[in-house]
């Protein structure tokens, strides 16, 4: 499934930059995955405000930003629940930096973390893999961006990303929603 165009980086970073909201699109869509990984309810009411707090201290939103995260929303919780989809992490293409990539991926696991933590205040009564997974994770999100842009640097930074796409997966099998209908969760 292709992301639609509304959803790429540079659209959200301009919506963002518009409302004034000093937040990163790998952040914004690190905490939505956080939340909705974590098991967050999926009425609009519930995730919006979960996620308000996070990004813009529990702040409405400007209309047309909203519209773009219930989007963002959707997209993600169709990517989360069914693997045909191919769920990723929100992150710069391949062809900037990697230095760059490599910040973004610790931002976007930084604010994962942040996003499951508030849904699931008592990780250490998580399964053994998911809180060895979230110990992994915290380590990836102080990784060090003074990196080489070499083949080696490439390709660790590739096995963490997809480290942290399967943790991500992990943690919406053990502590995500029931299966529903998305288009019943934007529904004002």
């Known amino acids: 499934?292709?992301?639609?165009?509304?959803?790429?980086?540079?659209?959200?970073?301009?919506?963002?930059?518009?409302?004034?909201?000093?937040?990163?699109?790998?952040?914004?869509?690190?905490?939505?995955?956080?939340?909705?990984?974590?098991?967050?309810?999926?009425?609009r009411r519930e995730w919006n405000s979960a996620f308000l707090e996070l990004i813009n201290d529990g702040q409405p939103l400007p209309e047309t930003l909203q519209q773009l995260i219930d989007e963002l929303y959707k997209d993600t919780l169709t990517r989360l629940s069914d693997i045909d989809f191919g769920f990723t992490?929100?992150?710069?293409?391949?062809?900037?930096?990697l230095a760059k990539r490599v910040e973004a991926l610790s931002l976007w696991v930084q604010s994962f973390l942040t996003g499951i933590a508030i849904v699931q205040p008592k990780l250490n009564k998580a399964s053994g893999d998911?809180?060895?997974?979230?110990?992994?994770?915290?380590?990836?999100?102080l990784v060090e961006f003074d990196v080489a842009d070499d083949e080696e640097s490439e390709a660790a930074y590739m096995e963490l990303m997809e480290f942290s796409k399967m943790a991500a997966l992990l943690c919406y099998s053990e502590f995500g929603p029931e299966p529903s209908d998305p288009d019943e969760t934007i529904i004002h």
């Open 130 to 141: 998911v809180q060895e997974v979230i110990k992994d994770l915290a380590e990836i999100a």
């Open 89 to 97: 992490p929100m992150l710069p293409e391949e062809e900037e930096p």
């Open 1 to 43: 499934m292709a992301t639609p165009p509304s959803l790429r980086i540079d659209n959200l970073m301009a919506a963002l930059d518009a409302a004034e909201i000093g937040q990163q699109p790998v952040e914004v869509h690190g905490a939505l995955v956080g939340l909705i990984c974590g098991g967050v309810e999926q009425s």
